[in-house]
């Protein structure tokens, strides 16, 4: 039966994924099952969208309560769930406004749009150059596509929209040489997700705080893969002792209700006014309800402290790991947002956890990518290298032959 639902999507669904050769049907917790009952460890989490792990009891009764009273009415009213859902954010974050849309790409879009108009509004036409980072991701439409720091998304989209200009990650020299007349905005993830688990400098980061702050130059954080608690914090730049200007959010935002949102300062903000921008499903009631419900879980829960303690465990597990086998090159990540650069080919690594029940997915080739759900517990990591252990072990014995 599986088969079959497998060829009928091949032959129905374009084909922009590459997927694993099981259908889901059910999750709880940190797992998975397939339509034929098998069961799976799911440390991929939807892509650190599944933060508090599957069918939450939060938000499907948040979600459930909101349905039998509004699905959806539009932003020509005003919306009790959604002003409740731009509280939590702004009374646990750096900013006092919010817009809400539907994706990363979508929150990437409008921080782009902000950050042009308000420059526009101060400065007037020509200043609307965004640095961004080698090796970023930003998202698949063509504004952030242009944004993303990597070839390989682009290639046949061509020609991309002006005004990036990509510098190294973590260079503190190339921020300084590009930030010139014309920049407008800064826009940099503080761990390159898509990118191989590139983790920013502390240094790094308050510095491009400081010279972002010089130039007037806004300082946007992409925290759409690290938001949510994923890193041990509620957004990632608090481990940085910083405070951005803007932070772009979807993701674990709804726990898998599909949403998004910026959240900024209100002297940045202010610069979206009546019909500069929109969106039609931004901040519904339904996805409001998913974002209240997901926040007051995390804080309910004590799930920040929880995912700062698993996430120590984690790193002691992986630091083993790395002594141990030689396979293991590089060990990289913050919380539960974990990297482990191994030498050969991380999808076929990927494919031998999956065999043994073990979700994980692999970026850039070879860097195996970790991202368990914040209620993750000791016996589940202690399954994931048990697992890992039989994998590198099986790795280990061909090292001679991995290039
Ligand atoms: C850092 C970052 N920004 C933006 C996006 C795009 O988000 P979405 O797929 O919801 O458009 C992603 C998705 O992986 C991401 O990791």
């Given at each position: 039966?599986?088969d079959?639902?497998i060829l009928?999507?091949k032959?129905?669904?374009?084909?922009?994924?590459k997927?694993?050769p099981i259908?889901?049907?059910?999750?709880e917790?940190c797992?998975l099952w397939d339509?034929n009952g098998?069961?799976?460890?799911d440390?991929?989490?939807g892509?650190?969208v599944?933060?508090l792990g599957h069918?939450n009891?939060?938000?499907?009764?948040?979600i459930?309560?909101?349905?039998?009273?509004l699905t959806?009415?539009?932003?020509?009213?005003?919306n009790?769930?959604?002003?409740k859902?731009?509280?939590i954010?702004?009374q646990?974050?750096?900013?006092?406004?919010?817009?809400?849309?539907?994706?990363g790409?979508e929150?990437?879009?409008?921080?782009?749009?902000?950050?042009r108009?308000y420059?526009?509004?101060?400065?007037g036409m020509g200043?609307?150059y965004?640095?961004?980072?080698?090796?970023?991701?930003?998202?698949?439409?063509i504004?952030?596509l242009?944004a993303?720091g990597?070839?390989?998304?682009?290639?046949?989209?061509?020609?991309?929209?002006?005004?990036?200009?990509h510098?190294?990650?973590n260079?503190?020299?190339?921020?300084?040489?590009k930030i010139k007349?014309?920049v407008?905005?800064?826009l940099?993830?503080?761990?390159?997700g898509?990118?191989?688990?590139n983790?920013?400098?502390?240094e790094?980061?308050?510095f491009l705080r400081?010279?972002?702050?010089a130039?007037?130059?806004?300082l946007?954080?992409?925290?759409v893969?690290?938001g949510?608690g994923?890193?041990g914090?509620?957004?990632?730049?608090?481990n940085?002792?910083i405070?951005?200007?803007?932070?772009?959010?979807?993701?674990a935002?709804g726990?898998?209700f599909?949403?998004?949102?910026?959240?900024g300062?209100d002297k940045?903000?202010?610069?979206?006014?009546v019909?500069s921008?929109?969106s039609?499903?931004?901040?519904?009631?339904?996805?409001?309800?998913?974002?209240?419900?997901t926040l007051n879980?995390?804080?309910d829960?004590?799930?920040?402290p929880?995912?700062q303690k698993?996430?120590?465990?984690i790193?002691q597990?992986?630091?083993?790991?790395k002594?141990?086998?030689?396979?293991?090159?590089?060990?990289?990540?913050m919380g539960l947002?974990?990297?482990i650069?191994?030498k050969?080919?991380?999808e076929?690594?990927?494919?031998d956890?999956?065999?043994e029940?073990?979700?994980i997915?692999c970026?850039?080739?070879n860097?195996?990518?970790?991202?368990?759900?914040l209620?993750?517990k000791?016996?589940?990591v202690d399954?994931?290298f048990?697992t890992?252990e039989?994998?590198?072990?099986?790795?280990?014995s061909r090292?001679?032959?991995?290039?």
């Amino acid at each position: 039966m599986q088969d079959e639902v497998i060829l009928k999507a091949k032959n129905l669904i374009a084909n922009t994924y590459k997927r694993f050769p099981i259908v889901v049907t059910r999750g709880e917790g940190c797992w998975l099952w397939d339509l034929n009952g098998r069961r799976y460890l799911d440390f991929i989490c939807g892509i650190a969208v599944c933060n508090l792990g599957h069918t939450n009891r939060n938000v499907v009764n948040g979600i459930i309560a909101q349905l039998e009273k509004l699905t959806h009415a539009s932003n020509l009213f005003y919306n009790e769930t959604q002003v409740k859902a731009a509280e939590i954010l702004i009374q646990n974050s750096f900013g006092n406004k919010v817009f809400f849309c539907n994706s990363g790409a979508e929150a990437n879009e409008a921080a782009i749009k902000l950050a042009r108009r308000y420059s526009y509004k101060k400065y007037g036409m020509g200043r609307f150059y965004i640095l961004t980072m080698e090796n970023s991701f930003h998202g698949r439409t063509i504004a952030t596509l242009s944004a993303t720091g990597q070839k390989k998304f682009k290639e046949g989209f061509e020609p991309m929209l002006d005004g990036f200009i990509h510098v190294p990650f973590n260079s503190k020299e190339a921020i300084e040489a590009k930030i010139k007349d014309g920049v407008c905005a800064v826009l940099v993830e503080l761990i390159q997700g898509e990118g191989g688990i590139n983790v920013a400098d502390y240094e790094y980061v308050k510095f491009l705080r400081e010279i972002t702050e010089a130039n007037d130059v806004i300082l946007i954080i992409d925290e759409v893969q690290t938001g949510l608690g994923r890193t041990g914090k509620l957004f990632a730049y608090e481990n940085y002792g910083i405070e951005p200007d803007v932070i772009t959010l979807a993701k674990a935002l709804g726990n898998g209700f599909p949403c998004g949102a910026i959240v900024g300062k209100d002297k940045y903000m202010e610069a979206f006014d009546v019909g500069s921008h929109a969106s039609t499903f931004g901040g519904n009631p339904l996805a409001s309800s998913a974002i209240l419900a997901t926040l007051n879980t995390i804080f309910d829960e004590g799930l920040l402290p929880r995912a700062q303690k698993m996430g120590e465990y984690i790193y002691q597990g992986l630091m083993k790991l790395k002594e141990k086998f030689s396979v293991v090159k590089d060990i990289r990540g913050m919380g539960l947002m974990w990297g482990i650069e191994v030498k050969g080919d991380g999808e076929e690594m990927v494919h031998d956890f999956f065999e043994e029940g073990i979700l994980i997915n692999c970026t850039r080739g070879n860097v195996l990518r970790i991202l368990p759900p914040l209620i993750v517990k000791e016996e589940e990591v202690d399954l994931f290298f048990e697992t890992a252990e039989r994998v590198f072990g099986k790795y280990e014995s061909r090292i001679g032959e991995i290039k």
